[in-house]
């Protein structure tokens, strides 16, 4: 990754020395796990001081949260667009996987950090994060619940449906690399067929 992919992963983050950390942070968490890490380890990558890590977040635990909120507003954001159309149930869901699915491969480093260190966050930390990933999950419920009213799709449980739709997504980031053969947009729209057979949708 370089600092160029650092400014459009995280736009919003200033300045550029803040998203140049968040960058080092992901490589390393990525590489070593969370636990493993150390200051010095992200500030070295990031070629900096260690000192220079605490002018911009307070801790280790402080980087990973920021990392983590960043991807999952981001994943949320996406699926909001889509559940919020006025598309059939069916077509809504195709969009949300493809694109969930896409993010996950295209972004699979930061993914793999943002979705896999999850417990490694302290736990006022840990309930942000859980909050967005609730919302991920009941707009997704939502469009599967939409779906079986509309006789699209039919499952025995909407909430098993709905998690089971986002594992498949979210462990895309543990196994995907550029070595896979597939691009992430193709990846996406296959996952989707996937998921809508899976869901009973009707041809």
């Given at each position: 990754m370089?600092?160029s992919?650092?400014?459009?992963l995280w ?5 550029d ?13 990525a ?11 992200i500030?070295s ?5 260690p000192a220079?890590?605490?002018?911009h977040?307070?801790?280790?635990a402080?980087l990973?949260f920021?990392?983590?909120?960043s ?5 949320l954001?996406?699926?909001?667009d889509?559940?919020?159309?006025a598309d059939?149930?069916r077509e809504?869901m ?5 694109d969930?699915?896409a993010?996950h491969?295209?972004?699979h ?10 417990q ?11 909050d967005l990933r609730r919302?991920?999950e009941?707009l ?6 939409d779906?079986v009213?509309?006789g ?12 089971a739709v ?5 462990d895309?980031?543990r196994?995907?690399?550029?070595r896979t053969?597939?691009t992430p947009?193709a990846?996406?729209r296959?996952?989707?067929d996937l998921?809508?057979?899976?869901l009973?949708a009707q041809p």
């Amino acid at each position: 990754m370089t600092i160029s992919l650092s400014a459009e992963l995280w736009p919003e983050v200033q300045p550029d020395a803040a998203r140049r950390l968040m960058l080092a942070g992901v490589e390393s968490f990525a590489r070593r796990g969370y636990h493993a890490t150390t200051t010095r380890d992200i500030a070295s990558a990031a070629g900096m001081s260690p000192a220079a890590l605490y002018v911009h977040f307070p801790s280790k635990a402080a980087l990973l949260f920021a990392i983590s909120k960043s991807g999952h507003q981001q994943t949320l954001d996406l699926v909001e667009d889509v559940a919020k159309r006025a598309d059939e149930p069916r077509e809504r869901m195709r969009r949300i996987v493809a694109d969930f699915v896409a993010w996950h491969a295209r972004r699979h480093t930061v993914a793999r950090v943002v979705q896999y260190e999850l417990q490694a966050l302290p736990e006022q930390e840990y309930q942000v994060v859980a909050d967005l990933r609730r919302r991920i999950e009941h707009l997704v419920r939502g469009v599967i619940e939409d779906g079986v009213a509309q006789g699209q799709f039919v499952v025995a449980d909407v909430k098993t449906a709905a998690r089971a739709v986002l594992s498949l997504g979210v462990d895309v980031a543990r196994w995907y690399s550029e070595r896979t053969g597939k691009t992430p947009k193709a990846l996406g729209r296959e996952y989707a067929d996937l998921t809508l057979r899976m869901l009973g949708a009707q041809p």
